[in-house]
């Protein structure tokens, strides 16, 4: 009788594992195939992502003019208005949205060309090299969590861009009235360090649904906002 026990569980236990075994390859061979279809789309991205990034290095630390707080103010409106039209012209030719991301790097790296004169080589390289590990590691868990099943809707982005909206008051705050605290600037960075992650997280996983109805062009985009402003809270730590 206990034999006939021990051998009925160890056939649920086997059954259970099997089970568990054969879904989880399923998943990942889904997600390998969707990768597949997908292999042009995300070398798109990836190709204009580093481009763009490059651009923007290449001009902030080239550009050796002095930018007065009025021209600081202009390019950053210059910025916004560049991203606004890209969200607004997806029915566009391809190469005038591209043409509008280059520009909005052009104009990135300019504003960021200030961070040369203030920080160290050393830190901007670290700061760098900082964003982009942070961005791998972000990127092979968002595949990660679709492999498992498990899809972000956009419930997840609008908590994502809640948490934005709060961390910009905050960073006004700290202007107005925290500008030399250490401690205040310490949480606001990690806070948007984190943010910026989950956002990566949260674009890949967007990216491999099938509903995905965004060009190449906005998903890289999206990814070099993220990258930006990793880079710019990485050194912001320093």
Not at 23 to 37: G, T
Not at 127 to 142: C, R, T
């Amino acid at each position: 009788m206990i034999s006939k026990r021990i051998e009925y569980f160890n056939i649920l236990i086997h059954k259970k594992y099997t089970g568990n075994i054969y879904d989880l390859l399923m998943d990942k061979s889904n997600l390998l195939s969707i990768i597949s279809k997908k292999k042009v789309f995300f070398s798109s991205i990836f190709l204009n992502l580093s481009v763009q990034l490059v651009i923007t290095y290449l001009v902030m630390t080239n550009f050796k003019y002095t930018l007065t707080p009025i021209a600081v103010g202009c390019l950053f409106l210059l910025s916004l208005g560049l991203i606004i039209s890209l969200v607004f012209t997806s029915n566009m030719p391809t190469f005038v949205r591209l043409i509008i991301m280059t520009c909005f790097s052009i104009a990135t790296g300019i504003l960021f060309s200030t961070l040369t004169k203030v920080k160290t080589t050393h830190a901007i390289q670290t700061a760098i090299l900082g964003s982009v590990v942070i961005f791998a590691a972000m990127f092979v868990f968002g595949l990660t969590l679709y492999a498992f099943g498990i899809s972000l809707d956009s419930r997840i982005g609008v908590i994502l861009l809640l948490i934005l909206i709060g961390l910009i008051l905050a960073r006004f705050v700290q202007i107005f009235f925290y500008n030399r605290s250490q401690t205040y600037n310490k949480y606001v960075t990690w806070i948007a360090l984190v943010l910026f992650s989950g956002f990566i997280i949260y674009d890949t996983n967007r990216i491999l649904q099938p509903d995905y109805n965004r060009d190449f062009v906005m998903a890289s985009m999206d990814y070099y906002l993220d990258i930006i402003n990793l880079f710019v809270n990485m050194l912001g730590r320093n």
